[in-house]
């Protein structure tokens, strides 16, 4: 047995030869604790070495590993704090003025003795040591890369904070001041190890205001909290004694020079704020507002900036954002009235073909449309999906709304019948919203309610995002058993068959959102071993993979219905199936011909489709008239009130702009579907937006048509996405449930 397992390094695929020779690029991970030892490359499988006790002994290189910068510097700021007391016990400045070193003298001069700035400024050194080592602490617990600019922003901080404090605060005030603005910057780095070890993600003020709805944590902080984590509170005892004998002691007032000494080491410390936060690594190269995590942020700006960034993130968009007015309401209020009836489900075909059974949604990671009906070679890419059709509901033309945000924008317009932000995600930009989605709408009808991906928590905020929406549990990697990962993580065969047991135990009815997640885009490889297809020259490519992906997740969703049919849970379930988001292919003739396309854009965007398909179970077989394929045109918003109407629940008082799919006046007319950016699409136009130029294509001849033959249109989606954006950024969507409600009643 190794004495230390560290990362696996692949050795590709393709099985290797007989004396086939093979170059690896080797992944190291260090031992938890530095020391000498023996570094020596090796096979291994479950845990066991197999070649090291074999002759001749595989050659070994001697390492040093060395302590991480955290273990350095972590106790720092309590041997500053230490040393400040003992150079005030040597060196009594209150009896001998003459002898202290000036604050500016301090910061400038070079020839002044450490003890006596230590006896002249201790608090000031303490603070600023405090700040910048600590959140050494926190990247090497959750494994963070920061950047320059993050290190820059980290050195500002500490600089910014005890400097101006000395250049203003009385010498009485200033300890108290500082023990406060130190003990407050370990409090923070605490809370984010902390939160990191249950939810792998830092705090937010999102999830920090929703303490109650994340609060496993709290029960849990003894089992979270090391003794590594003392070093953040073992100098605070010393830091308050610091802070009592400089406060108990007179100081001289400040000199003019001093001051002004003191005021140019502020203004280096503001410029050396300003020199990081425009350095090249820029910022600009990687947006902030469309990170994945909270995390990658911090590896952005450093745990306080990024903390001071999600602080005014979240007061612009709570207590700054314009007031909705009572005309703005109204005028959305009237809105939802008028298209009540697209979401009607009483008098619509199929309402309550599914009343009282459970509610089982698979969300598939980059599943398009087209992928579904593909064939390579003879071969069907998804045979069991296709079969659907027959005794399921398929809805071919479900146009993927989502943008920026990309599958919490899936997540998001699925369950609350709202159209994603033009920019950013709704998932980090207004997480503190109350929303009616749709787990919350089952949870008041007596539904148990359930997400589950096997990923971390804190990716795409979903800790926070999920109890909003609704959800009373949600499963992450942890709830896992990882056995074999494909992609990003778990994939999606074990994921399914671990979640059935899962669901056998759920109280009835309840629903659950399952989501995906066995390969991601840009697809760079698929296990040799799960390769079905035989796919000639696409083999290897990113396309390729992606086939292989799709007839992986097809075989793991008939397993999955199988065990569901084993168990009894099918015949009592209504099964939904649909696809988050396009694969994120670059568009090009070649893909085009592939695919089977057109090269130009209307084509590209008439084949940016999700599927979305509902397996509907009686006694023998699905409900009369609610099987088949329908190609009326959809979007993502339309899930959630067209599931609501097949369970039974009426979606027309709720405050969606999606429809029931199933009602007859949705298909009699022309309603526009919004896309991202402004583009919209229905039966007889596609509408695509560019800027100032738009192009208005008539679908039945496949010529661009004049713009006034889309302009109705255009103005109807304009309208729904401006009101949507309303009422995410007012947060408006449980007040106008409430004033929707009342008017329909």
């Not at 309840?510 to 296990?527: E, G, K, M, N, V």
Request: with cysteine; net charge neutral; aromatic share 10%.
């Amino acid at each position: 047995m190794p004495y230390h397992d560290g990362i696996r390094t692949e050795i590709g695929d393709r099985p290797i030869a007989p004396g086939e020779r093979r170059a690896l690029q080797g992944r190291l991970l260090s031992p938890a604790l530095p020391g000498i030892y023996w570094l020596q490359w090796d096979m291994v499988e479950e845990g066991v070495i197999w070649f090291a006790q074999v002759a001749p002994r595989q050659p070994r290189t001697l390492v040093v590993v060395l302590p991480p910068p955290a273990w350095l510097f972590a106790p720092l700021p309590m041997l500053v704090a230490l040393a400040g007391l003992f150079a005030l016990s040597r060196r009594r400045i209150a009896e001998n003025p003459s002898k202290a070193a000036s604050a500016g003298t301090c910061f400038i001069r070079g020839d002044i003795g450490f003890r006596r700035c230590l006896a002249a400024v201790p608090d000031v050194i303490w603070c600023a040591t405090a700040l910048s080592t600590k959140p050494l602490i926190l990247a090497h617990e959750a494994l963070l890369e920061p950047t320059a600019v993050s290190y820059w922003l980290v050195m500002a901080v500490a600089l910014l904070v005890p400097v101006p404090a000395l250049l203003i605060l009385p010498r009485r005030v200033r300890p108290w001041v500082l023990l406060a603005a130190g003990i407050f910057g370990s409090l923070v780095i605490l809370g984010d190890v902390v939160y990191y070890r249950f939810f792998g993600d830092v705090l937010s003020m999102p999830a920090l205001l929703a303490a109650r709805q994340t609060g496993r944590v709290w029960g849990s902080i003894g089992t979270l909290m090391t003794p590594g984590l003392a070093w953040l509170v073992l100098d605070w005892p010393f830091a308050c004694w610091l802070a009592v004998r400089l406060s108990r002691q007179p100081g001289p007032r400040p000199s003019l020079r001093d001051r002004m000494l003191t005021a140019a080491a502020a203004l280096a410390a503001i410029a050396t704020a300003g020199a990081a936060l425009s350095a090249p690594a820029a910022l600009a190269s990687a947006p902030l507002d469309q990170m994945f995590r909270a995390r990658s942020v911090v590896e952005q700006l450093g745990p306080f900036a990024y903390h001071a960034y999600d602080v005014w993130n979240y007061v612009r968009s709570t207590r700054l954002r314009p007031p909705v007015t009572d005309a703005q309401v109204s005028d959305a209020l009237a809105w939802l009235l008028e298209r009540a009836p697209l979401r009607e489900g009483p008098s619509a075909a199929g309402f309550g073909a599914a009343r009282g059974r459970n509610l089982i949604v698979v969300q598939v990671e980059s599943l398009q449309d087209f992928a579904v009906d593909f064939r390579m070679n003879g071969q069907d890419v998804m045979p069991y999906l296709r079969r659907w059709a027959g005794d399921s509901l398929r809805f071919t033309n479900v146009t993927d709304e989502t943008g920026e945000g990309r599958t919490s924008d899936a997540e998001f317009t699925t369950m609350t019948s709202l159209l994603p932000l033009d920019h950013g995600a709704v998932a980090f930009r207004f997480p503190g919203n109350h929303y009616i989605a749709l787990p919350r709408v089952l949870t008041g009808h007596g539904y148990a309610t359930l997400s589950a991906v096997a990923f971390e928590p804190g990716f795409w905020n979903r800790q926070v995002m999920h109890p909003a929406y609704g959800f009373q549990q949600s499963l992450f990697e942890p709830d896992f058993q990882l056995t074999e990962q494909i992609g990003w993580g778990l994939n999606d065969r074990d994921f399914l068959q671990q979640m059935v047991p899962r669901l056998e135990r759920l109280p009835r009815p309840f629903a659950a959102w399952l989501i995906t997640l066995s390969l991601h885009h840009p697809f760079d490889a698929f296990p040799d071993r799960h390769k079905v297809l035989k796919l000639g020259e696409l083999e290897g490519t990113p396309f390729g993979n992606y086939l292989h992906t799709m007839r992986f997740f097809d075989q793991a969703l008939e397993d999955f219905k199988a065990a569901l049919a084993r168990d009894g849970l099918l015949e009592d379930s209504l099964l939904v199936v649909f696809g988050d988001h396009d694969a994120g292919f670059a568009r090009n003739a070649g893909l085009s011909a592939t695919i089977g396309i057109g090269a130009d854009e209307a084509a590209w965007a008439l084949n940016d489709r999700v599927p979305l398909l509902v397996r509907i179970h009686g006694a023998n077989s699905a409900p009369r008239g609610l099987t088949g394929a329908r190609s009326l045109p959809a979007g993502q918003t339309d899930v959630a009130p067209t599931l609501l109407a097949l369970l039974g629940i009426d979606p027309a008082p709720l405050p969606y702009f999606g429809r029931n799919l199933l009602n007859l006046s949705v298909t009699s007319g022309s309603v526009p579907v919004p896309r991202p950016y402004g583009d919209w699409l229905d039966a007889s136009h596609l509408f695509l937006s560019r800027g100032s130029a738009s192009d208005c294509y008539d679908l039945a001849r496949r010529i661009v048509a004049a713009a006034a033959d889309c302009s109705r249109a255009d103005a109807t989606a304009t309208r729904a996405r401006a009101l949507s954006r309303l009422v995410v950024v007012g947060d408006l969507q449980q007040r106008l449930g409430a004033l929707l409600a009342a008017a329909i009643q």
